[in-house]
């Protein structure tokens, strides 16, 4: 009796340790869609515009909304069931899927290699991708400008363990950059272009040629399973979204710049290296997306073999 008495009492004290409240996948009851975003791009106009929340009242659904510093932080929320949807650059969901996060490639952007770069100081003295031997690269783990990264080095004949990296998300990669704590940043936009207009920073190399640089919208797989009907508004939304970007540049700018915090004369720059008109993933875009994940394997970077087909959503759309 004794001992079931302390076996009781020691459920009770672990059961009071236990939160509250924890974030579990949204269903078809909740009726709500929780969207991670970042600071720029379309789901901040689309955030801004009010027109999803419009959209989603018609077939009885709200939404909410949660920012994130970059792709990695954004998938791995969707990871532990805290958003339903969200938007990345190309290697974050490579990571994801890998640790085996319960992820669905909804849609893309198409490319926009511009948009991501290696910049140096305006006065280094390097001057090409290959003068980076040696030298400390600094960059947002897990980000699209990690393949940027790897594609670049091969292009110049070298090896990623032929530079040193350090791990930065954007802000604090920025003031190592202006402190001189690092050679060079992988970055995109809008800080590289932030980077470029205000301490002239100098571009390296961009992905022209090298890699695509696509945007991927992305759901957690119960979610994307039970909410067809939602997530097919959302694309509808965002593609509304897009074309009013594309054809009003200066405008899109001027209503991104309170919430980045960048001049809108420096994101109509970065605007100008975006891409618009969202899209089902193709056959052509899984295997560049394929050739992300298995350059990642040949180096090491996850642990294991990844297949992209098997987590693009069917249908829909």
């Known amino acids: ?5 302390r076996l009781f009492a020691a459920l009770a004290v672990a059961a009071l340790a236990l939160p509250l409240w924890a974030p579990g996948p949204a269903s078809a009851a909740d009726k709500v869609v929780r969207i991670g975003y970042q600071k720029y791009g379309t789901l901040v ?21 949660t920012e994130f510093p970059a792709g990695p932080q954004l998938l791995e929320a969707l990871n532990v069931g805290a958003v339903d949807f969200g938007t ?15 992820l669905v490639y909804v849609a893309h952007e198409p490319p926009a290699p511009r948009g991501e770069a290696i910049l140096v100081p305006k006065d280094s003295p390097i001057k090409t991708v290959a003068d980076l031997k040696g ?23 070298l090896k990623y363990t032929d530079i040193k990296t350090s791990f930065l998300p954007p802000a604090d990669a920025r003031a190592a950059f202006e402190q001189g704590a690092v050679d060079a940043w992988a970055i995109w936009d809008p800080f590289q272009a932030a980077a470029e207009v205000s301490i ?11 890699v695509p640089n696509h945007q991927f919208y992305l759901g957690a797989k119960p979610f994307v399973d039970n909410n067809a009907e939602a997530v097919d508004v ?14 009003n540049t200066a405008a899109a700018a001027a209503e991104l710049s309170p919430s980045v915090g960048i001049p809108a004369d420096v994101l109509t ?15 052509s875009v899984i295997a560049q997306q394929q050739a992300v994940a298995d350059a990642f394997l040949a180096i090491g970077l996850i642990p294991k073999k990844i297949v992209i087909a098997d987590v693009v959503r069917k249908g829909g759309g």
């Open 1 to 5: 009796m004794m001992m079931s008495r």
């Open 45 to 65: 106009l689309l955030k801004g515009k009010g027109l999803l929340e419009q959209k989603l009242e018609k077939i009885g659904y709200t939404v909410t909304w």
């Open 88 to 102: 990345t650059g190309e290697t974050p969901p490579i990571f994801a899927q890998a640790a085996g996060a319960p």
């Open 135 to 157: 030298k400390n690269v600094v960059l947002n783990k897990g980000s699209n400008v990690h393949f940027l990264l790897v594609k670049a080095l091969e292009e110049a004949g």
């Open 200 to 210: 002239e920073a100098r571009e390296l190399r961009n992905g022209e040629g090298i």
């Open 234 to 247: 959302v694309v509808e939304a965002i593609s509304e979204t897009d074309d009013w970007a594309k054809n």
């Open 269 to 283: 720059k970065a605007l100008e290296r975006q891409s618009f008109g969202i899209k089902p993933l193709d056959d």
